[in-house]
T-cell receptor, first 112, second 117 residues
Framework: DAKTTQPNSMESNEEEPVHLPCNHS???????IHWYRQLPSQGPEYVIH???SNVNNRMASLAIAEDRKSSTLILHRATLRDAAVYYC?????????????FGAGTILRVKS | GAVVSQHPSWVICKSGTSVKIECRSL??????MFWYRQFPKQSLMLMAT?????????EQGVEKDKFLINHASLTLSTLTVTSAHPEDSSFYIC?????????????FGSGTQLSVL
């Protein structure tokens, strides 16, 4: 499985944008870039995913480098409820849904 | 949106007993379900991949006789921790892929906190 590298932790002020980086230099052409987040004692929650083009949804934006070796999750206005562990994961394309292997993730702390 | 229901949310059991955890996809069919285990302050560790109608594929180091997985239908997978011991105490999480959209997101259950006394 291709690996991802994320900072251990980041801190942000409430109402400010947050850019969470992820490096995936060994990504293959068939790997999707997925982002999930997890609050304490809860299952992970889907945030966003993409393949080559930048993606936007109601939760966040995903900026993917042209060579696809890195990506950045952008939370446009951080709130206290965004404090969580954010996981960047590569997932191979496959008919039967290939597995998701979690790394250590980034602990995001949001200050009021 | 699609929901994965996991039950129970928490369970306390005596050492030596077996515990069954259920994972249901409520409004979609899940050809594949995944089971994870998470210890405090650690990331999720994939235990096994469960495919409907076939045997589960276990990750290296996970005892298949200890953690029995059954995926008898397209909406239900179960994980049974057999002869549980205190070291099996952990947070267990299931996830599922929508059969119609296998490349899309995974849906996760809310997790089961198992405490073995």
């Amino acid at each position: 499985d291709a690996k991802t590298t994320q900072p251990n932790s980041m801190e942000s002020n409430e109402e400010e944008p947050v850019h969470l980086p992820c490096n995936h230099s060994t990504i293959s052409g068939t790997d999707y870039i997925h982002w999930y987040r997890q609050l304490p004692s809860q299952g992970p929650e889907y945030v966003i995913h993409g393949l080559t083009s930048n993606v936007n949804n109601r939760m966040a934006s995903l900026a993917i480098a042209e060579d696809r070796k890195s990506s950045t999750l952008i939370l446009h206005r951080a709130t206290l409820r965004d404090a969580a562990v954010y996981y960047c994961i590569l997932r191979a394309r496959g008919l039967y849904g290939n597995k998701l292997v979690f790394g250590a993730g980034t602990i995001l702390r949001v200050k009021s | 949106g699609a929901v994965v229901s996991q039950h129970p949310s928490w369970v306390i059991c005596k050492s030596g007993t077996s515990v069954k955890i259920e994972c249901r996809s409520l409004d979609f069919q899940a050809t594949t379900m995944f089971w994870y285990r998470q210890f405090p302050k650690q990331s999720l560790m994939l235990m096994a991949t469960s495919n409907e109608g076939s045997k589960a594929t276990y990750e290296q180091g996970v005892e298949k006789d200890k953690f029995l997985i059954n995926h008898a239908s397209l909406t239900l997978s179960t994980l049974t921790v057999t002869s549980a011991h205190p070291e099996d105490s952990s947070f267990y999480i299931c996830s599922a892929t929508n059969r119609e959209r296998p490349d899309e997101k995974l849906f996760f259950g809310s997790g089961t906190q198992l405490s073995v006394l």
